[in-house]
T-cell receptor, first 112, second 113 residues
Framework: GAGVSQTPSNKVTEKGKYVELRCDPISGHTALYWYRQSLGQGPEFLIYFQGTGAADDSGLPNDRFFAVRPEGSVSTLKIQRTERGDSAVYLC??????????FGPGTRLTVL | AQSVTQPDIHITVSEGASLELRCNYSYGATPYLFWYVQSPGQGLQLLLKYFSGDTLVQGIKGFEAEFKRSQSSFNLRKPSVHWSDAAEYFCAVGNTGGFKTIFGAGTRLFVKA
């Protein structure tokens, strides 16, 4: 596609539920990143992939958060047992040879 | 560990006036530095980046930034602000290779007529 896409654009869930957020990177981009942006804050690094492997997952807040990229393209961020504090906009970005990160529009997650 | 400080939460400038947004970073090695802009309803867009070489870098939309190692700063400047520049601006620092990127809290720019 022309840019990074993320689905859904909005997700409302109840505390304790499981959610999956999807990211489709720009075709050919080998690196993929996940960030979380809370209201009034800058994006917070969560994890980045180089190909299929998680090269740095040091930003994942706890073991309720997990991300995969099984074929080196699409990635899914998975959150178990959601908490109200998980409410935020989850941003995905991808980059190619230049290293410039191109961001998607984000998924707004609301945990009730 | 990497960190970024943007001291100004918001700034208001008159249209046509000059602009400087401050950014201070902390990183043990040579940093990769970025400025992004986020407009309401829009995704984050890269304005400019510094990896090495000339410490004054030019970006899109008439923006420039200067890397000052001695001050650990990477301030963003524009000589004449347009109303369409009103947005949130984020400074960010990347580790070697630029992959793990840490963002500042942002500075919201308001432009008055």
């Amino acid at each position: 596609g022309a840019g990074v896409s993320q689905t859904p654009s909005n997700k409302v869930t109840e505390k304790g539920k499981y959610v999956e957020l999807r990211c489709d990177p720009i075709s050919g981009h080998t690196a993929l990143y996940w960030y979380r942006q809370s209201l009034g804050q800058g994006p917070e690094f969560l994890i980045y992939f180089q190909g299929t492997g998680a090269a740095d997952d040091s930003g994942l807040p706890n073991d309720r958060f997990f991300a995969v990229r099984p074929e080196g393209s699409v990635s899914t961020l998975k959150i178990q047992r959601t908490e109200r504090g998980d409410s935020a906009v989850y941003l995905c970005a991808s980059s190619g040879d230049t290293g410039e990160q191109f961001f998607g529009p984000g998924t707004r997650l609301t945990v009730l | 560990a990497q960190s970024v400080t943007q001291p100004d939460i918001h700034i208001t400038v008159s249209e046509g006036a000059s602009l400087e947004l401050r950014c201070n970073y902390s990183y043990g090695a040579t940093p990769y530095l970025f400025w992004y802009v986020q407009s309401p309803g829009q995704g984050l867009q890269l304005l400019l980046k510094y990896f090495s070489g000339d410490t004054l870098v030019q970006g899109i939309k008439g923006f420039e930034a200067e890397f000052k190692r001695s001050q650990s700063s990477f301030n963003l400047r524009k000589p004449s602000v347009h109303w369409s520049d009103a947005a949130e601006y984020f400074c960010a620092v990347g580790n070697t290779g630029g992959f793990k990127t840490i963002f500042g809290a942002g500075t919201r720019l308001f432009v008055k007529a």
